[in-house]
Protein backbone atom coordinates (compact mmCIF):
# COMPACT_ATOMS: atom_id res chain seq x y z
CA UNK A 1 0.00 0.00 0.00
CA UNK A 2 1.30 3.69 -0.60
CA UNK A 3 1.24 6.22 1.83
CA UNK A 4 -0.71 9.70 0.47
CA UNK A 5 -0.64 12.84 2.21
CA UNK A 6 -4.20 12.97 1.77
CA UNK A 7 -4.44 15.93 2.90
CA UNK A 8 -2.39 17.71 0.27
CA UNK A 9 -4.22 15.35 -1.98
CA UNK A 10 -8.01 16.69 -1.31
CA UNK A 11 -5.84 20.55 -1.58
CA UNK A 12 -4.38 19.08 -4.84
CA UNK A 13 -7.72 17.92 -5.97
CA UNK A 14 -9.44 20.60 -4.94
CA UNK A 15 -7.22 23.49 -7.32
CA UNK A 16 -7.98 21.49 -10.44
CA UNK A 17 -11.55 20.08 -10.23
CA UNK A 18 -14.66 22.77 -10.40
CA UNK A 19 -16.79 22.03 -6.93
CA UNK A 20 -18.89 24.65 -4.52
CA UNK A 21 -16.30 26.03 -1.99
CA UNK A 22 -18.37 24.94 0.73
CA UNK A 23 -17.58 21.22 0.18
CA UNK A 24 -13.71 22.20 0.56
CA UNK A 25 -14.17 24.16 3.69
CA UNK A 26 -16.34 21.14 5.30
CA UNK A 27 -13.99 18.44 4.34
CA UNK A 28 -11.14 20.83 5.72
CA UNK A 29 -12.47 21.29 8.82
CA UNK A 30 -12.85 17.75 9.20
CA UNK A 31 -9.27 16.94 8.69
CA UNK A 32 -8.86 19.56 11.18
CA UNK A 33 -10.51 17.65 13.45
CA UNK A 34 -8.67 14.90 13.09
CA UNK A 35 -5.36 16.75 13.59
CA UNK A 36 -6.78 17.70 16.74
CA UNK A 37 -7.16 14.48 18.42
CA UNK A 38 -3.71 13.34 17.31
CA UNK A 39 -4.14 11.97 14.14
CA UNK A 40 -2.48 12.89 10.89
CA UNK A 41 -2.95 12.80 7.18
CA UNK A 42 -1.65 9.46 6.21
CA UNK A 43 -4.45 7.69 8.41
CA UNK A 44 -7.23 6.01 7.68
CA UNK A 45 -9.67 8.32 8.50
CA UNK A 46 -8.16 11.30 6.18
CA UNK A 47 -8.17 8.42 3.25
CA UNK A 48 -11.65 8.60 4.25
CA UNK A 49 -12.51 11.97 4.14
CA UNK A 50 -10.40 12.52 0.94
CA UNK A 51 -12.49 9.59 -0.34
CA UNK A 52 -15.74 11.49 0.62
CA UNK A 53 -14.23 14.97 -0.85
CA UNK A 54 -13.81 13.32 -4.10
CA UNK A 55 -17.22 11.66 -4.70
CA UNK A 56 -18.79 14.75 -3.73
CA UNK A 57 -16.85 16.73 -6.12
CA UNK A 58 -17.54 14.20 -8.84
CA UNK A 59 -21.00 14.08 -7.66
CA UNK A 60 -21.24 18.07 -7.80
CA UNK A 61 -19.83 17.83 -11.50
CA UNK A 62 -22.25 15.71 -12.11
CA UNK A 63 -25.25 17.33 -11.20
CA UNK A 64 -24.07 20.52 -12.58
CA UNK A 65 -24.40 18.74 -16.12
CA UNK A 66 -20.66 18.66 -16.81
CA UNK A 67 -20.34 14.69 -16.66
CA UNK A 68 -22.53 12.80 -19.47
CA UNK A 69 -23.29 9.12 -19.55
CA UNK A 70 -22.20 8.72 -15.48
CA UNK A 71 -23.10 5.76 -12.99
CA UNK A 72 -21.99 6.62 -9.94
CA UNK A 73 -19.77 3.38 -8.08
CA UNK A 74 -19.97 4.20 -4.53
CA UNK A 75 -17.47 1.28 -3.67
CA UNK A 76 -14.56 3.21 -5.37
CA UNK A 77 -11.04 3.43 -2.89
CA UNK A 78 -9.94 6.65 -2.24
CA UNK A 79 -6.50 5.52 -4.17
CA UNK A 80 -8.68 5.52 -7.39
CA UNK A 81 -9.48 9.19 -6.70
CA UNK A 82 -5.55 9.75 -6.85
CA UNK A 83 -6.45 9.71 -10.99
CA UNK A 84 -9.80 11.99 -10.62
CA UNK A 85 -10.04 11.59 -14.52
CA UNK A 86 -9.98 7.68 -14.20
CA UNK A 87 -12.10 7.36 -11.56
CA UNK A 88 -14.51 9.68 -13.81
CA UNK A 89 -13.87 6.92 -16.69
CA UNK A 90 -14.31 4.35 -15.00
CA UNK A 91 -17.77 5.43 -13.85
CA UNK A 92 -18.63 6.46 -17.63
CA UNK A 93 -20.92 4.25 -19.32
CA UNK A 94 -20.19 2.42 -22.07
CA UNK A 95 -22.07 2.82 -25.27
CA UNK A 96 -24.58 5.29 -24.72
Known amino acids: MIKVAWGNAMLDLAKSEVHADWMLE????????????????????????????????MLYQYDAGFLANFEWNP???AEEYLDFKAAIK????EGV
Open 26 to 57: RYKNQMRAIFSKGGNQYDLDCREIFRHFAMMV
Open 90 to 93: KQTK
Open 75 to 77: DLE
